[in-house]
């Protein structure tokens, strides 16, 4: 009797109907440019590539509006929230019912004290200087968390709750998982992580209960394709479907000309590409020195070498945005005053100088305008040309004299903070050369809550900042994004940051 039943029950399996498949589509989609460091914990990653892969996986309590260029924001896991008259207490109150991924259980406000706390004070967290005026982050029950500052923030909105650092992850999985959290990561986002493969691939797979409704594509995966030009070839041969280029005329020409293929030109003024400094290079530490190089870069040959694909700027600030424009300091082409000025700081027969950058079309590009000018005013200019993940450990060790670039913030608080504060030194952030003069001006800017108010702060901090010059800007970038079938259409965000789950497929 048993073995019949077993016998009915394996015939009645094999004639069961199929289960049937999931209809939606795999992507394939190019991660931002450099190879990925695998790193996947939003507190910890540097990385731009895994920076790029961030918004599938996790949700913020706001987050900026996927189609505002300005930097608006919208309620993420947070259905609303209120501050206090005096502008130090900000309370929070959370969507119920948001799942983490792969049954980690329901968000809590535990969870996101924790994402904050675990920040605070800590300089190997990549946010920790953002926190600073932060005195607690408390659950007050299950789905209420108040923030209290030690001073007014106008910042922790746009710049802080609704930036990288506000990326909400599950207490319970970083206890699990440990050290293991940032290769197997667990968020609430429309997709959660599924794989990397030893080639640096992430895979995620659609998280069907996400809370804003089924994603479009069943998986995607996110690889790495550092050539501009053989990255729109395989966007073009369907081998990818969704891609960004920048700096690369070619690759941006294949991509427009061609049928069934979508582009969008997205300028992000909110971006800075710069030369940057160690505190090692001695004739750096000399502000006369910082002027003279800057006054002999060629700026209008990066407009050449990429038109309408890099926007060309001698300011730090660009004056699109807050912080911005004003009466600065301008250090104009001129090779006899950057002579004049090596001469005044005693380098009348110039130094010795090398200058990192990363193997990709744009930056090898600028790396040849700033090396052309350099050497014409004298200098001994040795170019080192270093695949991007390399690089990055460079520069996060100081292991460097100067260096090729970028920090993007639409905020001038987390911009300023990130680039400028001592607290930003590397591995948390960008301030290679360990300029310090702008704390007070930083902090007083950040507190100030009256706009214009706050405006005229963030326009006197960007006057020090271009006179005393720690870093020499170059330009403002420029992206182009490009989908194909099955892709409809997409959102690509400010900074063009990657909303996969605005994603929309071609029905057939």
């Not at 090898?364 to 990055?392: C, H, N, S, Y």
Request: aromatic share 8%; net charge positive; glycine share 6%.
């Amino acid at each position: 009797m048993v073995a019949l039943a077993l016998l009915c029950t394996l015939l009645a399996a094999l004639s069961a109907p199929a289960a049937p498949t999931d209809p939606r589509p795999d992507l394939r989609v190019r991660l931002q440019f450099q190879r990925p460091g695998g790193i996947y914990d939003p507190a910890r990653a540097l990385s731009g590539s895994d920076q790029f892969v961030l918004p599938s996986l996790y949700n913020r309590l706001v987050r900026p509006k996927p189609d505002s260029p300005s930097g608006d924001v919208e309620p993420d896991l947070a259905e609303r929230w209120t501050v206090s008259s005096d502008g130090l207490t900000y309370t929070f109150y959370l969507r119920r019912g948001v799942r983490f991924h792969r049954g980690f259980g329901e968000l809590t406000a535990d969870d996101v004290a924790f994402t904050f706390q675990r920040q605070m004070g800590n300089r190997a967290m990549r946010s920790s200087a953002e926190l600073q005026d932060v005195a607690a982050v408390e659950a007050l029950d299950h789905y209420t968390v108040r923030i209290r500052l030690v001073a007014p923030n106008a910042s922790l909105i746009p710049g802080v709750v609704a930036g990288v650092t506000g990326y909400i992850v599950s207490r319970r999985a970083v206890d699990q998982l440990g050290e293991e959290f940032a290769r197997n990561p667990v968020g609430t986002g429309p997709y959660a992580f599924e794989r990397l493969t030893a080639g640096r691939e992430i895979s995620v797979l659609a998280h069907d209960g996400y809370f804003r409704g089924r994603p479009e594509a069943q998986r995607i995966v996110f690889a790495h394709i550092s050539e501009e030009v053989i990255a729109a070839a395989a966007l073009l041969k369907g081998e990818f479907q969704v891609i960004w280029t920048r700096g690369n005329p070619e690759a941006v020409r294949m991509l427009r000309e061609a049928h069934g293929v979508g582009t969008e030109r997205v300028a992000a003024y909110d971006s800075l590409r710069h030369v940057a400094f160690s505190p090692r290079f001695a004739p750096a530490q000399d502000v006369r020195v910082r002027r003279a190089l800057s006054h002999a870069i060629n700026r209008q040959q990066i407009a050449a070498a990429m038109p309408g694909l890099e926007m060309p700027t001698d300011a730090i600030r660009s004056l699109h945005l807050v912080g911005g424009g004003g009466s600065v300091p301008r250090y104009a082409y001129s090779q006899q005053r950057a002579r004049a000025l090596l001469a005044e700081a005693g380098y009348l027969r110039g130094f010795r100088v090398r200058l990192l950058h990363q193997t990709r079309d744009l930056e090898i590009v600028l790396a040849q305008i700033v090396d052309a000018g350099w050497r014409a005013v004298g200098l001994d200019v040795v170019l080192e040309p270093m695949e991007a993940t390399a690089t990055l450990d460079r520069k996060m060790s100081r292991d460097f004299e100067a260096t090729v670039d970028t920090v993007v913030g639409i905020d001038p608080s987390y911009f300023f903070t990130r680039l400028f504060h001592s607290a930003a030194a590397p591995p948390a952030a960008f301030n290679y050369l360990g300029y310090a003069a702008a704390d007070e001006l930083i902090a007083t800017a950040r507190r100030e809550t009256d706009p214009t108010r706050r405006r005229a702060l963030y326009e006197r901090l960007h006057r020090q900042l271009m006179t005393d010059l720690p870093v020499i800007p170059l330009s403002n970038q420029v992206a182009v994004a490009a989908w194909r079938d099955p892709v409809a259409g997409m959102v690509n965000g400010r900074s063009n940051q990657f909303w996969s789950e605005t994603i929309r497929i071609r029905r057939p």
